[in-house]
């Protein structure tokens, strides 16, 4: 059965007080708690959602795990590919060549990234071949030194597809003039978008046979591109092959290729966590105010229960319940509207832009055109139980203030 204590608590969260104002504080402070709990979520989703898309791009020309040689050389490619599969959670692998050259077309010249690739198998463990706005990967053929290059690289060159572009080494040849760099030329089959300015800007993919020969490899490669059923495994496959490898070979997941990005995100979510959790806290801590007002106007009342028998343990817990029941409300209210919301961020964004006629986030001026947001359960349960743990700290003292409460005090001036 339901105790009188909580009987009595339900009767003071729902009844009007004589005091006007003190109603007026218990309802900013629930209102309180609501907007910092439903701020929290939406900000770590925004936060989550970010992360998730980032990644998504990074990993859509970066590989999950490589296995790369000595000086950039990797003989026994094939030999390493055999013991990565070997692996149950590897579900992909495709060897790679990895330079650096300069791109020329007339006075334009850039840095590249050169790539040199096995169309079918790259496409097995990288999602650049469906990232293609012109032509296809599948157009880098042996011998036909063809170039596919990514949107913002081929911008600033001038050049699209059919185009010729010559590409500079830094591996020198020697003259009668002197050293000399390797010049090249490649015809362009294809461009690519991935949405990730670096790549965007920088990148150049050419067949695997042509990079050998240009960079002098015979049969050698760079190294093998990984592709693994659950990315988040990546750590682990690596500390699982390394001892199966030999001692020139080394491995590096997609957490080593781009650590200091992750690590800052990560860092700047928990430092926002704490930040809006303090929120919570100011918001839950306006219930002490409410509560010892509460007990101040109920001066009569504690010292009736107190005459006919109630327990200052009784009094505390009505108390306590009264607090804790308003930290609950707003808890839920913050919750239920902060998960509405992250989850239609993608509506309601728009609808905003439209409203004020503006973009907010602009694809010349962020990395992304939308806000994205991933609601995960964990964080909600996790700022669900601190919000509810700090609205029952701060219902202990003003609860324990009202158990002191003497019944001849209290009636003295009624």
């Avoid at 007026?24 to 709990?37: D, E, K, M, R």
């Avoid at 699982?240 to 997609?254: C, E, G, I």
Wanted: glycine share 8%; with cysteine.
């Amino acid at each position: 059965m339901t105790s009188f204590e909580t009987l009595i608590g339900l009767r003071y969260l729902r009844a009007k007080r004589r005091n006007s104002f003190i109603s007026f504080i218990s309802l900013i402070s629930i209102v309180g708690i609501a907007l910092g709990v439903a701020a929290l979520i939406i900000v770590l989703s925004v936060m989550n959602g970010f992360q998730k898309e980032i990644r998504g791009r990074i990993l859509g020309v970066a590989s999950h795990l490589e296995i790369s040689g000595m000086n950039n050389r990797l003989d026994n490619w094939r030999g390493a590919m055999a013991v990565a599969r070997q692996d149950a959670r590897v579900t992909a692998s495709a060897p790679f060549v990895s330079a650096q050259g300069l791109l020329s077309v007339g006075p334009n010249v850039r840095g590249a990234m050169v790539r040199g690739v096995l169309p079918e198998a790259e496409n097995t463990v990288v999602d650049v071949g469906h990232k293609m706005l012109v032509g296809q990967l599948s157009d880098l053929q042996p011998g036909g030194f063809g170039i596919v290059l990514g949107v913002e690289l081929a911008r600033q060159l001038g050049v699209g597809r059919g185009d010729k572009v010559t590409l500079i080494t830094p591996q020198g040849q020697i003259t009668p003039a002197g050293m000399m760099p390797r010049l090249k030329q490649f015809t362009v089959v294809g461009v690519f978008k991935v949405d990730m300015f670096e790549y965007d800007a920088s990148l150049a993919m050419i067949q695997l046979k042509d990079a050998q020969t240009l960079f002098r490899l015979d049969d050698a490669v760079s190294g093998v591109r990984l592709k693994l059923n659950d990315l988040m495994l990546a750590p682990a496959v690596k500390h699982a092959l390394a001892p199966k490898l030999t001692y020139d070979m080394y491995l590096t997941d997609w957490t080593d290729q781009h650590a200091s990005y992750f690590r800052a995100v990560q860092i700047e979510k928990r430092m926002m966590f704490i930040i809006l959790t303090l929120i919570v806290a100011v918001a839950a801590f306006n219930l002490v105010s409410t509560l010892i007002m509460t007990v101040t106007d109920k001066q009569a009342d504690i010292a009736i229960l107190r005459t006919l028998g109630a327990a200052p343990g009784s009094i505390m817990r009505i108390f306590v319940i009264q607090g804790a029941l308003s930290g609950l409300i707003g808890t839920l209210c913050g919750v239920g509207g902060g998960v509405l919301v992250a989850l239609n961020l993608d509506v309601l964004v728009p609808a905003i832009e439209r409203l004020l006629g503006s973009k907010i986030f602009s694809s010349e001026v962020y990395l992304i055109d939308k806000l994205p947001s991933d609601v995960l359960p964990g964080d909600v349960l996790t700022i669900t139980v601190i919000s509810l743990l700090l609205a029952l700290l701060a219902t202990l003292y003003p609860s324990w203030r009202a158990s002191r409460t003497q019944p001849a005090e209290a009636l003295r001036y009624e």
